[in-house]
């Protein structure tokens, strides 16, 4: 499958997957595998989210980064390679994930980790595991916070669903992986930028995710996300109502032997180095596995004569070296 037009990342109504034949479902499989070998974006639509969820958490995350820095800065984590808490602008460099140095990123960020602990827990799992710290302002964060993530949730697992039968996989094939997930939601803010900002500085660096997949909230007003095609140029994903934007990341990559691609992304601001563009937010939940999940070559993205080309790894441990990478 080839995209027709570059600036446009294909839709998929999961609807026709979780309430559709078996016929239905196995064209909507066929064709994010075509999506996800071509490029790691797709749109999902019709997913059946309440409009009062999205709205309360969007409305939540614009007063939070109203607030001032120093009443945000009241919920920064104590330990700075804690991965839960509020980070402050330039705090953090996404490009070095990839070993590349850049000047810091032109954000802040809000995050919690999962919001359920596993039964046994070690002290070595306080990184994913750890209390998540809650703002008292504004009013009924948590409550918010909770409903959005809990929806997130649901929404992943039935993707993943989808991408397991577009693997030719059982639908409950992923289920396993996810009984202890360790999954984060983090909001964005993005503020305009008055003063001129450094050569190669974005607000996002280019960067892939770390994890299973990511469900992005995007602002319907202001752009600035860019893929990276396979020829070399950025592309613009343009927001649409009521679709959330998915991607991949660099573990389902491994998990399917590199069947589907982890596309590099970043949020550029203006051309003008001397000013950035308007404030700009978004919401984003990143699922990924169970802590203790080994992460191998599935069965049907690799011949029987041939090798995987990754040793397998532990979740938990990969994530967490990617995430303290990036840490300034």
Request: glycine share 4%; with cysteine; aromatic share 10%.
């Amino acid at each position: 499958m080839k995209m027709k037009n570059k600036e446009s990342i294909p839709s998929i109504d999961i609807q026709s997957f979780l309430t559709g034949d078996d016929k239905s479902r196995l064209q909507t499989g066929r064709l994010v595998d075509d999506i996800c070998r071509e490029v790691g974006f797709l749109k999902i639509n019709n997913h059946d989210i309440d409009q009062s969820i999205i709205d309360d958490m969007w409305k939540l995350t614009t007063d939070f980064f109203s607030l001032p820095d120093k009443t945000k800065s009241q919920f920064k984590p104590s330990d700075s390679n804690n991965p839960r808490g509020y980070f402050p602008m330039q705090s953090e460099t996404l490009t070095k994930s990839r070993g590349v140095e850049t000047p810091p990123d032109l954000k802040e960020a809000f995050s919690t980790g999962p919001i359920k602990k596993p039964r046994t827990k070690n002290r070595s799992d306080d990184f994913f595991y750890g209390d998540n710290i809650w703002p008292s302002s504004p009013e009924n964060f948590k409550e918010i916070w909770l409903k959005y993530y809990q929806a997130m949730e649901v929404l992943s697992l039935n993707i993943m669903s989808l991408f397991a039968v577009s693997l030719n996989l059982n639908k409950d094939y992923f289920a396993k992986f996810y009984s202890h997930h360790i999954s984060a939601l983090r909001a964005l803010n993005y503020p305009s930028i008055k003063t001129e900002h450094l050569p190669n500085q974005q607000r996002a660096g280019a960067h892939t995710d770390y994890g299973s997949l990511t469900i992005l909230l995007p602002d319907m007003n202001v752009g600035g996300l860019e893929v990276k095609r396979s020829d070399g140029s950025w592309s613009p994903i343009k927001p649409e109502k009521d679709t959330f934007i998915i991607n991949i990341g660099d573990m389902m990559a491994r998990w399917t032997n590199d069947r589907w691609v982890s596309t590099l992304h970043r949020v550029i601001g203006s051309d003008n180095t001397r000013a950035q563009s308007k404030r700009r937010q978004s919401i984003a939940y990143f699922q990924n596995p169970n802590y203790d999940a080994n992460i191998s070559c599935l069965p049907t993205c690799v011949e029987s004569d041939d090798k995987a080309k990754y040793r397998d790894i532990k979740a938990g441990q990969y994530l967490m070296e990617r995430f303290k990478a990036t840490i300034n």
